[in-house]
């Protein structure tokens, strides 16, 4: 532990700084586990093993087993992908082959579909438990960024109007623009 003894010497201070000294180098020197792979061999074999290049070739043809899969229609999943292919493209490198923007979609579709962890998908997909995270968040990322201005608008004076109008028609709460589905609780917030 450390030598150090509250008092008012010099020695004590100095001795107390060596020892801080010595313990960071100690946390900074520490062996780590040295990384023996650039790629794991397991994930080698993504696009002949990997769960989008043996299924989503099927899965296309089965509109049914597709949207049960994604939780999106063939046609929905293309439309998404137009609307972030740029915000999620990586570019080839001499190194490696980047995962294409398909799959990275399909990465990302399952697991907000199914909530599987990302060491759970990594196996799955054949990819590095760290990618399917990076993948997830620039994916959620780049739906958000596309998405949120189609479908959730910035709300007019004229939509909260219409809104309260409904709420009051349907309901009978006047003045309300929204609502939460509470178990036998009504909470009403009136302007």
């Given at each position: 532990?450390?030598?150090?003894?509250?008092?008012?010497?010099?020695?004590?201070?100095?001795?107390?700084?060596?020892?801080?000294?010595?313990?960071?180098?100690?946390?900074?020197?520490?062996?780590?586990?040295?990384?023996?792979?650039?790629?794991?061999?397991?994930?080698?074999?993504?696009?002949?093993?990997?769960?989008?290049?043996?299924?989503?070739?099927?899965?296309?043809?089965?509109?049914?087993?597709?949207?049960?899969?994604?939780?999106?229609?063939?046609?929905?999943?293309e439309q998404v992908h137009s609307l972030i292919e740029?915000?999620?493209?990586?570019?080839?490198?001499?190194?490696?082959?980047?995962?294409?923007?398909?799959?990275?979609?399909?990465?990302?579709?399952?697991?907000?579909?199914?909530?599987?962890?990302?060491?759970?998908?990594?196996?799955?997909?054949?990819?590095?438990f760290a990618t399917v995270k990076i993948i997830v968040?620039?994916?959620?990322?780049?739906?958000?960024?596309?998405?949120?201005?189609?479908?959730?608008?910035?709300?007019?004076?004229?939509?909260?109007?219409?809104?309260?109008?409904?709420?009051?028609?349907?309901?009978?709460?006047?003045?309300?623009?929204?609502?939460?589905?509470?178990?036998?609780?009504?909470?009403?917030?009136?302007?």
């Amino acid at each position: 532990m450390f030598s150090h003894e509250l008092s008012d010497s010099s020695d004590s201070d100095s001795d107390y700084e060596e020892d801080i000294q010595f313990m960071i180098m100690a946390l900074l020197t520490k062996e780590r586990k040295s990384r023996r792979h650039w790629i794991h061999p397991l994930n080698r074999t993504r696009e002949i093993n990997g769960e989008f290049h043996c299924l989503f070739k099927v899965l296309e043809n089965d509109d049914e087993k597709f949207h049960q899969y994604f939780r999106l229609s063939k046609a929905q999943f293309e439309q998404v992908h137009s609307l972030i292919e740029d915000d999620v493209k990586k570019i080839h490198t001499r190194f490696r082959k980047p995962i294409g923007t398909r799959e990275r979609l399909a990465v990302c579709l399952r697991f907000l579909a199914t909530g599987n962890s990302f060491r759970s998908l990594g196996f799955n997909y054949r990819m590095g438990f760290a990618t399917v995270k990076i993948i997830v968040e620039e994916v959620c990322n780049a739906i958000w960024k596309e998405l949120a201005p189609i479908v959730m608008p910035q709300p007019t004076e004229q939509m909260w109007r219409e809104i309260a109008k409904g709420f009051e028609n349907i309901w009978h709460f006047p003045n309300c623009i929204g609502a939460m589905d509470g178990k036998h609780v009504t909470i009403i917030c009136v302007v």
